[in-house]
C-alpha cells in the first residue's frame, strides 16, 4: 500500500504585471483587504504560503507594517487567529521569485498555474486541474489584481485556467471573490 | 412538456443583529468593500436583490451616498459595470423588510436560509439546498457581518446552512469571501 499523494499549493498576488483599464502593462497599489481577505482564505484551505508580489518601494514598506503589526505587533495578540493568517505572507519582487522560494523548501517542479476572466491562453479547466491534484505536485496559483495578469505572465505560465463562468453573462468578481472560489473548487472536499 | 421551474435568490448582508467578539448582540458598521464586492458576486451570479441591513441613521446616510455614486452618479459613468452590480444593492432596517420586500415582487413564501461559521442550528447542507433548489422557489441568503449572525436569526430562519467547512481546521473567511463561496457552491453548474 502506499500513502496519498500530497498537493501543496501556493498562492501569489500579482501587482505587477498586470493590465490597466486601458490594457497597458501596470503595477497596481496594494489593498489592504487583499491581503486579509486572501491571508484568511488561504489559512482556511491549507495553502502552503501568499505571496504579495510588488516591486514599489513605498508600498513594501506599508505591507511591511501591516504584515508586522498582526504576526508580531498588537494586532495579533488581540486577534490571534489574524495572526495565524497573516503568517501565511510574505512579499516578492516577482513571481519568479516566488517560484525560486517554493522550489528552495519542496525542492521539485513547481507548476505554475495563471487565473483569468478572459477565455484567450485558457487550457485546463477546474475539474481537469483538481483530477491533475489528486496526483500530488506542487502548485502556485497567480491571482491578477486590477484588469488582470498580463499577457505574457499567461503565456509563461504552466497552465491557464479557465474563468470562473457563470451563465448570468456578467463576470466582475473582485480578486479576493476569484481567490476564494477558485481555492473552494480546487482544495474543498466533494 | 413543462419547463423549468425557476429558483430567485436573494442575498441580504446583515448588521444588526449579530454578534459581538465577546457573543453580545450588536448592530456593526458598513464596510465599504462588502457593498462592492457582494454586489459584484451577486451580479456574476445572477441575484435578485442584494440588501444591505442596517439601523444606524449615519450608516444609512454613508451607504446611501455610496450607492448613489455609483448608480446615479460619475462613478457610474467612469465604470458602467460596477454600476449595473451596485443596482443590485438597497438598504433595509431589518431582515422582516428584505423578506417583505421581496414578497411583494414575486407573491410567493421567501424561503429563509441562514449561514453561519459554526455547527449549531445547522439543518441543511449545500447538496442539500442546491438540489431543494432545483424544485424552484424564492430564497433570500443571511450573511453576518461582525462575528455572526445571532442565535435569534438562526432560530427564526427557514434553514440554517452548514459552515465552509474544509480539512485545515481554521476557518476565518471574511464575509466577502463566504457570500462568494457560498453563492459559488449554490449556483454555479457542475
Redesign the interface.
Known amino acids: 500500500m502506499t500513502t496519498n499523494p500530497v498537493v501543496k499549493i501556493y498562492i501569489a498576488l500579482v501587482h505587477p504585471p498586470v493590465l490597466s483599464k486601458k490594457a497597458e502593462v501596470i503595477c497596481s497599489a496594494v489593498t489592504n483587504?487583499d491581503i486579509?481577505?486572501i491571508a484568511?482564505?488561504g489559512?482556511?484551505?491549507?495553502v502552503g504560503e501568499y505571496f504579495i508580489v510588488t516591486t514599489l518601494p513605498d508600498q513594501k514598506v506599508l505591507v511591511d507594517k501591516i504584515i508586522k503589526h498582526w504576526t508580531d505587533g498588537r494586532g495579533g495578540d488581540v486577534n490571534p487567529?489574524?495572526r495565524?493568517?497573516l503568517r501565511l505572507v510574505s512579499m516578492v519582487d516577482s513571481i519568479e521569485d516566488a517560484v525560486a522560494k517554493i522550489q528552495a523548501t519542496v525542492k521539485e517542479k513547481v507548476i505554475v498555474v495563471a487565473t483569468t476572466a478572459r477565455e484567450d491562453h485558457v487550457d485546463v479547466s477546474f475539474k481537469e486541474l483538481k483530477a491533475e491534484m489528486k496526483n500530488g505536485g506542487t502548485y502556485l496559483l497567480l491571482f491578477g489584481t486590477a484588469w488582470g495578469l498580463s499577457d505574457e505572465v499567461l503565456v509563461n505560465s504552466d497552465r491557464v485556467l479557465m474563468p470562473?463562468?457563470?451563465?448570468?453573462g456578467?463576470?466582475?468578481?473582485?480578486v479576493?471573490?476569484?481567490?476564494?472560489?477558485v481555492l473552494?473548487?480546487l482544495?474543498?472536499?466533494d
Request: overall charge neutral.
Open positions: 483587504l486579509h481577505d484568511g482564505a489559512k482556511t484551505y491549507g487567529d489574524r495565524e493568517a470562473i463562468q457563470t451563465t448570468s456578467y463576470n466582475h468578481l473582485s479576493r471573490s476569484a481567490v476564494s472560489i473552494d473548487r482544495i474543498a472536499q
